[in-house]
């Protein structure tokens, strides 16, 4: 990795019912930022949808600016499925977050992508031109 990767993971749950917790989901960035090692910038904030039914439970979106990038997510726990992403500068273990996931929620798929970010710039020429 040269200068960011983003990681994006698409989660599919057997019950979507912790997916409309934030307690839960105060965990869950705890335990990423734990043993991930980020470094907390701003500390995580989340916002609770209310129900388009009377009965129906309601999704979250959560955020935490770390100093490597952020860690996001948006749940869905009427469909069992949450969007969750890392961008960071610095080298993190994606199979870490993936363990910490599945030990947390209970997983019945999970899809991930990995997307280098700053191919398109030289970073290490811009440093040098304005050192």
Not at 18 to 29: E, G, I, N, P, R
Not at 71 to 78: G, L
Not at 122 to 128: I, Q
Request: positive net charge.
């Amino acid at each position: 990795m040269e200068y960011g990767k983003h990681l994006l993971l698409e989660v599919i749950t057997k019950d979507g019912k912790d997916l409309a917790s934030v307690a839960k989901m105060k965990k869950f960035f705890n335990l990423i930022i734990k043993k991930v090692k980020f470094t907390v910038v701003f500390k995580p904030i989340f916002y609770k949808f209310k129900p388009r039914k009377k009965g129906e439970i309601s999704g979250i979106t959560g955020m935490c600016v770390v100093s490597e990038s952020h860690i996001s997510i948006h749940t869905w726990p009427e469909c069992n499925y949450f969007a969750f992403d890392i961008f960071s500068c610095s080298e993190f273990d994606e199979n870490k977050v993936i363990d910490i996931i599945s030990d947390l929620f209970d997983v019945k798929e999970i899809y991930s992508q990995i997307v280098e970010r700053g191919l398109k710039i030289n970073f290490k020429s811009r440093t040098k031109k304005s050192a």
